[in-house]
């Protein structure tokens, strides 16, 4: 299985993160710091085992937004899968087929993994590595084991938990809330109730006659509590009645002293108010109208004084000077601009003659050809002599080259004259004699090594027939001793048999006849067994180590030795080559130094021929490079006198053009630049000058029209005409002139204004007249309106109306009362016959003996009710009594329940003995198994730690009874992972998951494995040691290694050139390489 690919929709800070077509081997996924790698690693966990609870972990919401979660894409043996989880909903795991797969057989593919085990071995971090804790423990080891043992579904480990948890669930022994802990509480109750069952069945008949009488009493005292309630109730109503008849008595008496004045115009003291008001407030604004008038009258008076009669008959006339004002202001602005404009141009244009030289004025200027044509040709010009001047110093350039070329040569060919013909054939002649001397020495190299091979033959013979000859000497003492002793022991037999048996003469002959005949034939056996040994021990030797040499030729190959030895030592010493001759193989030595020397002897021939070659090739370019240099000469000096006719011809143009003839092509060209731009600046001042002189007569004319309409309006200006000053003081009468307009404008606002204030005050007169008029009009009908209400009210004035009109309120108050009173004692004591006798006593008004009798009967009550209850809680023990007879009187419904309790106690019991019994059995085969597989794993890691560590550590190894590993190195001694460093500890336990990986493979589909930077503390040679580990692992396995450190990627690709990698980056894009 192998995981193709992913789409996280939203997870921490990835939001619709893609990526697809991932290798079932290595990828490598490099990134810098929180590009979110540890984040991937989380998503893949989230999504094939399911979000952990908040408080185990984070969830990484989503930062970006999304559906928090997404798919992953998996490759089975089954075929593709995708499964697609997101947070606090239930999964979705789909075949290619679109076969959807559960929780449990989506776990069951994946070998019964839990998010533990497979965060531990399969997808783990560098801080999880560093700990054994994770892989140490017993549920992951025991999640392994029993993937061995079952193949798929759950392990051991939890079959054993829900067998202690179901011993758990039956009984706890000091708790009561287990299934047979509750059975035994239940029979307690149960058998405590049938026997109270039992002895309350005795005594039923006398309850119930008690309970009969109980309720007799009840129902009297019932009848009695009613009776006293209602006379209580009716005392009770009197008492509280009696405020209501006092009331009334006194209301009624009020209303019979006041006078009687049943009648009063409706609203009578709200039309008084009302009429008041309005007089009063018709007074004050005919007062205030009166004065508004008089002030009006003055305001009209003082208006028609101030008002400028004259100046509003020329009004259309001083306004439209008024808006030309601004126009009038523009003009002049436009003109002092226009004299500035001027000015400038004047000046650029001196400026331009001054740059153009003391004998250029405006006539010269004039004559001067600025024309297109003419800028054409200087152009020409510029371009010839630049292309003149370019060629020659090219040429120059050309020249010098060669110079330095030619010069250069005749210094290297001075530098490397070749050797002389003597030496040439000195060096080749010393080659032949070394190749002579190579050929015969290794011609005697062969022969000597042939003379020592025979040498070395003979010597191997005589040892091993040495150690065979003393071979064959042991065994016949071997068999002396073994045979002696046997022929000993059977002739004493023989004698003593012959003597002392009882046997007679005949019989004793014939025994020791057969007895010497024994011993004749062991002796033959004997002698033909050591013979053979004798024998055998000498064809041995002879037979496996016989030689065609013999001694004599033995010492023949030593003299050839030592003469072969003198020849080799004269070769070496006229070749020149130093040779230990003691020294095992030297003749080889000899011929390989000789070899060398050889190559040495050809180099050196081979180097005088390459020489001799490079000096005559030498030659060759020396004459090229005088033709060269003769050629560059001849060429400048034709150059040197087309350049010069050039400028000839170019200065001769400057001067008939009107040009000094000194310029150059650029600085002529900016002549006739600036030539341009002063005549430009000539034409530019004559334009102006007229414009100017047209804004002069146009602003005289307006001038002498506005002071024209000034004078008519009696708006004197402050000196004489525009038109009548003289040219330095035009700018201060026009001003003065600007001055006046302005000042007869705001006059003329001023009287408008005035004009328009008179009207308005007229016509507010006007209203304000009417207005007085209406105001006097109301005040006399109101007044009307008073004397008319005093007469509906029978008053004579205001005092006896507001007298007349409180004793009417006051009555009618009385009345309304009278009746709330009435009709509060109908409610409260009603309109049948015990409301009249209610109405009579209380007419009799005995309220202190109503309020003691009331006391007298609450007392009475409250006694009749205590008894009342006291009888009500007997009565209703003796009812509880009662049920409880009758619901436990059925005492074989008990006994039955009882027998039940205790048939289900017993099953408990039975479930709880088979539970634990199940616990022991597979707590010990998963020992035995963990004892039998465990070493399969340790033994994989400890190859694998060999192969990092070089060696230096040979073995891993478990210590039961202690639940920890050690580690063996080279000298055999015991590290626990604690003395180890932090990078060996790393490689230790990534040894141990790869072991534990590889061993689940066995027993169910290879899954993938996802690293988190787990290489950074290991040194260079190991981390490259483990790079090959983990390739060859990943031909096996899916590895997914995230990393932040370019180097380990390096390594990898230096390894596997192939190998895929995918950049990350902060935005999440990503790069494959």
Same mark, same amino acid.
Not at 664 to 668: G, M, T
Not at 792 to 801: L, T, Y
């Given at each position: 299985m192998y995981i193709v690919g992913w789409h996280i929709e939203g997870f921490g800070i990835f939001r619709d993160f893609a990526l697809r077509d991932l290798p079932s081997g290595m990828v490598v996924f490099e990134g810098p710091n929180e590009a979110g790698k540890s984040t991937l690693l989380a998503f893949l966990r989230a999504v094939l085992f399911g979000f952990r609870a908040r408080g185990r972990g984070s969830v990484y919401e989503p930062l970006k937004g999304g559906n928090h979660g997404g798919r992953v894409f998996l490759a089975t043996r089954q075929g593709a899968i995708t499964v697609e989880r997101f947070y606090r909903k239930p999964a979705r795991i789909q075949l290619e087929d679109g076969t959807l797969l559960s929780e449990p057989e989506f776990q069951q593919l994946l070998g019964g993994l839990d998010h533990q085990t497979f965060s531990s071995v399969f997808a783990f971090s560098l801080d999880e590595l560093s700990s054994f804790e994770s892989i140490g423990s017993e549920q992951v080891s025991a999640r392994i084991f029993a993937a061995g043992l079952s193949g798929a579904g759950p392990s051991v480990r939890d079959v054993m938990t829900r067998f202690e948890k179901t011993q758990e669930q039956l009984l706890r022994p000091r708790s009561q809330e287990g299934e047979i802990n509750r059975l035994v509480h239940e029979i307690a109750v149960t058998e405590r109730e049938l026997r109270e069952a039992r002895q309350l069945a005795l005594s039923y008949p006398r309850l119930v006659e008690e309970d009969e009488r109980l309720a007799a009493e009840i129902r009297e005292l019932t009848s009695q509590e009613r009776e006293i309630s209602q006379a209580l109730e009716e005392t009770k109503l009197l008492c509280s009645a009696w405020e209501i008849q006092a009331d009334l008595l006194r209301c009624k008496q009020e209303l019979t002293d006041l006078p009687l004045i049943d009648w009063f115009p409706p609203q009578a003291r709200e039309r008084l108010a009302d009429i008041k008001g309005r007089l009063r407030d018709g007074g004050e604004r005919q007062e205030q109208l009166a004065a508004k008038v008089s002030s009006k009258e003055h305001e009209i008076e003082a208006l028609n004084y101030g008002l400028d009669t004259r100046l509003l008959e020329h009004a259309q006339e001083v306004r439209q000077l008024a808006e030309e004002l601004q126009l009038h202001t523009q003009q002049r602005q436009e003109k002092l601009r226009l004299e500035a404009e001027w000015q400038e141009r004047a000046q650029a244009l001196r400026r331009v003659l001054d740059q153009l030289g003391p004998g250029v004025d405006e006539e010269h200027l004039a004559r001067i050809d600025v024309s297109v044509a003419a800028r054409q040709q200087l152009r020409g010009f510029r371009d010839d002599l630049a292309r003149l001047n370019e060629a020659l110093i090219k040429l120059r350039a050309q020249l010098e080259t060669a110079k330095q070329r030619a010069a250069s040569l005749e210094e290297e060919m001075t530098a490397k004259e070749p050797a002389g013909d003597s030496e040439a054939e000195a060096r080749r002649k010393k080659v032949r004699e070394i190749s002579g001397f190579l050929k015969e020495a290794g011609t005697l190299a062969q022969d000597w090594a042939k003379a020592r091979t025979g040498l070395e033959n003979l010597r191997v013979l005589q040892h091993w027939q040495e150690r065979a000859a003393k071979e064959a000497a042991r065994k016949r003492r071997q068999m002396l001793y073994v045979i002696g002793p046997v022929l000993a022991a059977v002739v004493v037999g023989l004698v003593l048999a012959a003597t002392l048996g009882g046997v007679k003469g005949t019989e004793r002959v014939y025994l020791l006849v057969i007895g010497l005949a024994v011993v004749v034939f062991v002796l033959a056996v004997m002698l033909f067994g050591l013979r053979g040994a004798w024998d055998g021990g000498g064809s041995v030797g002879a037979g496996a180590f016989a030689s065609p040499v013999d001694l004599e030729e033995g010492r023949g190959l030593e003299d050839k030795c030592?003469? #072969?030895?003198?020849? @080799?030592? $004269?070769?070496?010493?006229?070749?020149?080559?130093?040779?230990?001759?003691?020294?095992?193989?030297?003749?080889?030595? #000899?011929?390989?130094? @000789?070899? $060398?020397?050889?190559?040495e002897a050809e180099r050196e021939v081979t180097r005088l021929e390459e020489h001799r070659k490079t000096f005559a090739q030498l030659q060759k370019d020396l004459e090229a490079a005088l033709g060269h240099r003769a050629q560059a000469s001849e060429a400048f000096k034709q150059a040197q006198q087309e350049l010069n006719e050039r400028e000839q011809t170019f200065r001769s143009w400057l001067v008939a053009n009107g040009m000094p003839g000194t310029l150059?092509?650029?600085?002529?060209l900016d002549f006739l630049a600036l030539a341009e731009r002063g005549r430009e600046a000539r034409e530019e001042c004559a334009r102006l000058r007229q414009q100017i002189k047209t804004i002069d007569e146009q602003l005289a004319l307006w001038e002498k029209r506005a002071q024209d309409v000034l004078t008519q309006a009696g708006v004197e200006p402050e000196t004489t005409g525009v038109h009548q000053v003289e040219d330095k003081q035009l700018d201060l009468t026009r001003d003065r002139l600007t001055r006046a307009i302005l000042m007869a404008k705001v006059r003329l606002d001023e009287a408008e204004e005035l004009q328009t204030k008179l009207r308005s005050a007229e016509a507010a007169l006007a209203d304000l007249r009417q207005d007085l008029d209406r105001t006097t009009a109301t005040l006399e009908m109101t007044e009307e309106e008073l004397h008319q209400l005093l007469a509906?009210?029978?008053?004579?004035?205001?005092?006896?109306?507001?007298?007349?009109?409180?004793?009417f309120e006051k009555r009618q108050k009385l009345k309304e009362r009278i009746q709330e009173l009435e009709a509060q004692l109908t409610k409260r004591l009603g309109l049948d016959e015990r409301a009249r006798t209610l109405r009579q006593e209380l007419e009799q008004g005995k309220v202190e003996a109503w309020t003691q009798t009331a006391q007298t009967l609450e007392r009475e009550l409250e006694e009749l009710k205590e008894r009342r209850d006291a009888l009500h809680m007997r009565s209703g023990e003796l009812k509880e009594q009662l049920r409880g007879l009758e619901n436990s009187a059925n005492i074989a419904e008990l006994e039955n329940k009882l027998l039940q309790l205790e048939a289900t106690l017993a099953q408990a019991i039975d479930r709880w003995y088979v539970a634990g019994v199940a616990t022991t059995l597979l707590r010990s085969t998963l020992a035995r198994y963990t004892e039998d597989r465990q070493p399969q794993v340790l033994a994989e890691a400890s190859e694998l730690f060999g192969e990092v560590t070089a060696g230096r550590y040979a073995r891993v190894m478990a210590l039961p009874d202690r639940n920890e590993l050690v580690v063996l190195d080279s000298a055999g001694r015991q590290k626990n992972p604690g003395e180890l460093s932090r990078g060996t500890a790393e490689q230790l336990y990534l040894c141990l998951r790869m072991g534990l990986a590889h061993e689940f493979s066995r027993h169910a589909e290879p899954l993938p494995?996802?690293?988190?930077?787990?290489?950074?503390?290991?040194?260079?040679?190991?981390?490259?040691?483990m790079a090959k580990l983990l390739l060859n692992f990943a031909s096996s396995h899916q590895l997914l290694l995230f990393t932040c450190h370019p180097d380990i990627t390096e390594v990898l690709l230096e390894l596997e050139p192939s190998l895929r990698v995918e950049r990350m980056d902060y935005d999440h894009t990503g790069s494959s390489v």
């Open positions: 030592k003469e #072969l030895d003198g020849r @080799l030592l $004269e070769i070496a010493s006229a070749a020149g080559v130093e040779i230990q001759a003691a020294s095992d193989g030297w003749p080889i030595s #000899l011929v390989s130094a @000789l070899e $060398e020397k050889l190559v150059s092509p650029e600085a002529a509906e009210g029978r008053a004579g004035d205001e005092a006896e109306f507001l007298e007349r009109l409180d004793i494995i996802v690293m988190d930077d787990v290489l950074v503390n290991f040194d260079p040679r190991r981390r490259r040691a």
